[in-house]
């Protein structure tokens, strides 16, 4: 078998393991640094409505963000984190 149907497998049995409320799921955490959505953005070239458009949040969401008013938590950091790495990774990944 691939290595990578070894792991998908391993993956299924501990997730059915978890629910039958035997053993310890692997928990995997990442550290993210707070996003400079302003600068991300900018580095998309993207206006705030475009981008806020490409990453499914309203543009107010975004403005405050952008002014530090709020943070961006959970899914949505890491999409900000992926955004900075490759300004491009979600109009390639989602262009039809």
């Known amino acids: 078998m691939s290595d990578a149907f070894t792991?998908?497998?391993?993956?299924?049995?501990e997730a059915l393991a978890h629910a039958r409320g035997e053993g310890q799921a692997t928990v995997h955490e990442?550290?993210?640094p707070e996003p400079d959505v302003r600068a991300i953005r900018?580095?998309?070239g993207l206006s705030q409505t475009e981008f806020a458009r490409s990453i499914g949040v309203k543009k107010g969401?975004?403005?405050n963000w952008?002014?530090?008013?709020?943070s961006p938590e959970g899914p949505a950091r890491v999409l900000l984190a992926l955004i900075d790495k490759d300004p491009k990774i979600v109009l390639r990944t989602l262009a039809g």
């Open 7 to 13: 792991s998908i497998e391993k993956g299924l049995k």
């Open 30 to 32: 990442i550290e993210l």
């Open 42 to 44: 900018a580095r998309t």
């Open 61 to 63: 969401t975004l403005l």
């Open 66 to 70: 952008e002014q530090r008013r709020r």
